[in-house]
């Protein structure tokens, strides 16, 4: 099976590609700086932000077409605690969420 994950290099991102990778799945990771993670055989990296629609169907595209796409995304703060600072914009999560349903729609993704 081919996933794209979304948010790949955080934590439960981190957790996420491991796991697929160890389960002999092929992965194509989004994330904002591809130093986030190192290269592993069936792992494709790919640069960008979910925030573009572009960054989204470059990922889509870069290789297999994905069987699932999987969201980890965070919409960080400055430290841990959940009254600290956002670092994300407004909206984040509902616009990254927002731009891979247009991506996925576009390529004929089946909805479930």
Avoid: W, Y
Avoid at 30 to 54: A, C, D, M, W
């Amino acid at each position: 099976m081919h996933i794209l994950i979304l948010g790949a290099s955080g934590r439960t991102g981190h957790l996420t590609t491991t796991t697929a990778l160890a389960k002999n799945h092929t992965v194509t990771a989004l994330v904002r700086k591809s130093s986030s993670l190192t290269p592993t055989p069936g792992l494709t990296i790919v640069e960008g932000t979910p925030l573009n629609q572009p960054d989204i169907d470059r990922a889509f595209t870069s290789g297999p077409k994905p069987d699932a796409c999987i969201v980890t995304l965070a919409a960080p703060r400055e430290t841990d605690s959940p009254f600290s600072k956002p670092m994300a914009p407004p909206f984040f999560m509902r616009d990254s969420v927002r731009n891979l349903m247009v991506v996925m729609r576009s390529h004929a993704f089946p909805e479930e």
